[in-house]
């Protein structure tokens, strides 16, 4: 086992996006980032382009709806680090492919196609569960445990029905915003039951950012996305948990 008191984070769904230009970020704070991606190559790609900017850069191969990768990751994670400091639980699709929120209308509530929604749910929501419950162990081993799960403003509650407010021109959504309130619940839940034991669980909501999930239709960069995601990760110890934040501050529930 490699022992080392640089800080190890783990990131699902790093190898590109917003997960990628966070796992940057951390290895330029001098963390050892571990790259999660379901494509091992895409994964080694990404890791080695943190290496060649001088990071300390793993790629792990992780498909958070497959347990047993979810296990080995955790596995290999312990023999290798014997603890993680960081859970960034980032990987999610919207279950509408590649597409601006505002073109999703196929998650209009009343023509849903409901397996569309339970994969939705298995990967943004379900996949959460498997990866930070597989997590923890290694996590209750760090001096200063942090997990961040990547929510969205479309997962508020209170944004979603003013009817005057900023999501008011968006398609109603049974798949993608649902599971994003889902992962908001499940952070207040985490935060609760780990609040004792000093790890930190918030949610972060990142802007709308250009990649690949909006077909980079956002306004902000991956790196300006990922700054809420670092800072939740870097939280002292008197820091917030069961929080919902943005940069600009915390989000409506
Ligand atoms: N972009 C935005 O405007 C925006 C706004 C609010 C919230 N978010 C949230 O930010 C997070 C990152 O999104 P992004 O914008 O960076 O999108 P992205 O570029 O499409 O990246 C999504 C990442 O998740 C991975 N992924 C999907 N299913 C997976 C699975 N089953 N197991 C492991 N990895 C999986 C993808 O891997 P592959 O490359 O293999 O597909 C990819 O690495 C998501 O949680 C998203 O909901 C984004």
């Known amino acids: 086992m490699q022992t080392t008191d640089q800080k190890i984070a783990l990131i699902t769904g790093a190898n590109k996006g917003i997960g990628r230009a966070t796992a940057e970020r951390l290895a330029g704070l001098g963390m050892t980032v571990l790259m999660g991606a379901r494509d091992p190559g895409h994964g080694e790609e990404a890791a080695a382009a943190v290496r060649a900017g001088g990071g300390d850069a793993h790629a792990v191969t992780l498909d958070v709806t497959d347990a047993a990768t979810v296990r080995e990751a955790a596995r ?6 014997g603890r993680l ?3 960034i639980n980032n990987a999610a699709i919207t279950g509408s492919g590649r597409v601006s929120p505002v ?3 196929d998650q209009i509530p009343s023509g849903v196609d409901l397996d569309m929604v339970r994969a939705v749910f298995e ?3 379900f996949g959460v569960i498997a990866v930070t419950n597989a997590m923890l162990p290694l996590l209750r081993r760090s001096p200063a445990p942090r997990i961040v799960n990547l929510s969205s403003g479309g997962g508020s509650l209170a944004l979603n029905s003013d009817p005057d407010g900023p999501l008011t021109g968006l398609p109603p959504s049974a ?3 649902p599971s994003k309130t889902a992962l908001n619940a499940l952070t207040v839940q ?3 039951e780990l609040r004792k034991d000093g ?3 918030n949610a972060a909501a990142p802007g709308y950012v250009a990649t690949d999930i909006n077909d980079h239709q956002g306004f902000l960069t991956p ?3 990922a700054e809420i995601v670092v800072r939740l990760a870097m939280l002292d110890a008197d820091g917030p948990t069961a929080g919902f934040f943005s940069v600009d501050g915390p989000v409506p529930w």
């Open 190 to 192: 985490y935060a609760n």
């Open 223 to 225: 790196a300006q996305g």
């Open 199 to 201: 790890i930190l669980v």
């Open 123 to 125: 990967t943004n929501v």
């Open 85 to 87: 400091d960081v859970l």
């Open 175 to 177: 798949a993608y915003s």
């Open 103 to 105: 073109d999703a209308v």
């Open 76 to 81: 290999w994670t312990g023999e290798r680090f």
